[in-house]
C-alpha cells in the first residue's frame, strides 16, 4: 500500500468522524474464564482461546502464556502496526523493521514480600531495528510519530481511567 492508498482508504472514515465526532468512540471488548483449581485464565481472542498463567517468577510454570508478556506483545504490535501506517503516509520505504520491547519487574511486589516495592512493572524499553533507505532524521520523525500514534504505548504513559466491578453470580 503507498500513502495515497492509505489515504483513500481512511479519508471516509475520517470525514465520518468530523462530521460525527461521536461515531469514532468505539468500546472493545476482552474476556476470560478463570480455572482457578488450575491458577489459569483463559482469554477468548480472535485466533482462539489463550490460557495465561502465573509468571515463573511469582510460581507459574512457563506452560501458560504471561500476561506481562501478552502486554508487552500488545505494544510491539501496534507500534508495527502504526509504523508501517506512518512509514507509508510519509512515503518512507522500509525494507525491513524487527521491534522489541523489554519490561523491568520486581516480583516482591506482587508477591506481598516489601511492601515498599512496587507492584508491576517499573520500566519499559521499546526498540525498532529499520532497514531503510530513510536519513536519520526521516527514521527519528517515524519514530518519533510511531510514539505520538500508538494506541498502546499512550495508554501505558498515559494510563486511561479504570474501574472495576463485582457482580455475585449463582451457579445453578
Known amino acids: 500500500m503507498d500513502a495515497d492508498q492509505l489515504r483513500a482508504l481512511q479519508a471516509p472514515i475520517k470525514q465520518r468522524y ?12 476482552a474476556s476470560g474464564k478463570v480455572l482457578a483449581s488450575e ?3 483463559e482469554v477468548d481472542t480472535m ?5 495465561a498463567g502465573l509468571h515463573p517468577a511469582a510460581g507459574g510454570s512457563g506452560e501458560q502464556a504471561c500476561s506481562g508478556d501478552m502486554l508487552l506483545q500488545a505494544l510491539v504490535a501496534c ?7 506512518v512509514a507509508t503516509a510519509m512515503g518512507i520505504e ?9 519490561a523491568e519487574m520486581d516480583f ?6 516489601d511492601k515498599s516495592v512496587p507492584i508491576g512493572i517499573t ?8 532497514d531503510s533507505p530513510a536519513d536519520d532524521a526521516q527514521l527519528q520523525k517515524l519514530v518519533e510519530l510511531t510514539e505520538r500514534y500508538c494506541v498502546v504505548l499512550q495508554t501505558l504513559a498515559k494510563p486511561a481511567s479504570l ?5 455475585r453470580v449463582t451457579a445453578s
Do not use: Q, W, Y
Request: aromatic letters at 2%.
Open 18 to 29: 468530523r462530521d460525527d465526532p461521536s461515531s469514532a468512540k468505539v468500546v472493545m471488548h
Open 39 to 41: 491458577l489459569v485464565c
Open 47 to 51: 485466533l482462539g482461546t489463550v490460557t
Open 79 to 85: 507500534s508495527g502496526v502504526t509504523l508501517s501506517a
Open 94 to 102: 522500509i525494507h525491513s523493521c524487527s521491534i522489541s520491547a523489554r
Open 108 to 113: 516482591r511486589g506482587t508477591l506481598g514480600i
Open 123 to 130: 520500566a519499559l524499553h521499546l526498540n525498532f531495528e529499520i
Open 163 to 167: 474501574i472495576s466491578s463485582c457482580t
